[in-house]
């Protein structure tokens, strides 16, 4: 069974930064789609980042220029900095991985505050 498991949340002021983490484990054999969503109070859950299966990076029009998503070696672990933070985006943000199966982690709190 595979896991993925996120930290990096937490309280920041608006233009500030965060670096958020996630790491998979257990049994992977390929990983075809990892990357983050967000969830804000009252809204359905959207794309903020992701590589793809062809090794692409796609981005939330509303994150581009501010936000980077990265990916470890091993391709089992995958971060977003992010950069000029708003306070529209915060968000439980969960890293997301589809491997045959679509993973979810738990979700990590960011609040931005103005």
């Known amino acids: 069974q595979v896991r993925l498991v996120e930290s990096g949340g937490g309280l920041v002021q608006a233009g500030g930064s965060l670096r958020l983490s996630c790491s998979a484990s257990?049994?992977?054999?390929?990983?075809?789609?990892m990357g983050w969503y967000r969830q804000a109070p009252g809204k359905q859950r959207e794309l903020v980042a992701r590589?793809?299966?062809?090794?692409?990076?796609e981005y939330a029009e509303s994150v581009k220029g501010r936000f980077t998503i990265s990916r470890g070696n091993a391709k089992n672990t995958v971060a977003l900095q992010m950069n000029s933070l708003r306070p529209e985006d915060t968000a439980v943000y969960y890293c997301?991985?589809?491997?045959?199966?679509?993973?979810w982690g738990q979700g990590t709190l960011v609040t931005v505050s103005s």
């Open positions: 997301n991985a589809v491997l045959g199966a679509e993973v």
């Open positions: 257990g049994t992977i054999f390929r990983i075809n789609l």
């Open positions: 590589f793809t299966s062809g090794g692409n990076i």
